[in-house]
């Protein structure tokens, strides 16, 4: 199998694990429970969220790093690092490689969390949010042949990406409806209080 056809396979699964962590990492900030919510089971969410974090950077790791096997377009190690002069699509293989710098600090930062501290920790998770709308620029807008093609929107893989953003963006929608119905901090103290 062509190289450039498996970084194909690995980009396209790594914008599914980082498509599923990125769901349930909404859930989990809407305080989500799967035994009194559906499926009605007891599962490990953080668990789910950590390994579909995992494996989406071990993709991303993976999915530029097969260019480098033989192949007909000549990718160096340093076109990987820094794509601005590589050999095909440089500004979209850009958004990929800064979506990819911004994967590495989230997932190294959240091993970390504990040492670093909530507030700090979430401030840097956020990145996720800017992230994500770079990785599928540069699902959308590569040629997955590195051959300069015009794209073609309604292509297996380019439609799969897009319900991939679709997903994301109808689940941070809901996140922020649901946000929105909840109460301020004040009635939450307040309701404490007339109970205490």
Request: net charge positive; aromatic share 10%; glycine share 6%.
């Amino acid at each position: 199998m062509d190289p450039i056809e498996l970084s194909n396979y690995a980009g396209l699964g790594a914008i599914g694990a980082l498509t599923a962590n990125i769901l349930i990492g909404l859930l989990l900030a809407t305080k989500y429970n799967p035994v009194r919510s559906w499926p009605h089971r007891r599962i490990n969410t953080v668990l789910v969220h950590n390994v579909t974090g995992y494996a989406a950077l071990v993709l991303v790791l993976v999915h530029p790093a097969l260019l480098l096997l033989p192949n007909r377009v000549d990718f160096r190690v340093i076109d990987l690092f820094y794509p601005m002069n590589a050999p095909k699509q440089p500004w979209i293989n850009t958004t990929g490689a800064v979506a990819a710098y911004l994967l590495i600090v989230v997932v190294v930062t959240s091993y970390f969390r504990f040492r670093m501290g909530r507030t700090w920790w979430k401030r840097v998770h956020f990145a996720t949010y800017a992230l994500f709308p770079l990785y599928a620029v540069h699902a959308i807008l590569t040629d997955p042949a590195l051959k300069d093609r015009n794209i073609d929107y309604l292509d297996g893989e380019k439609v799969y990406v897009e319900l991939c953003v679709l997903a994301v963006v109808l689940a941070i929608g809901a996140r922020a409806r649901w946000q929105m119905r909840q109460p301020s901090a004040r009635v939450h103290r307040a309701k404490g209080g007339r109970a205490a």
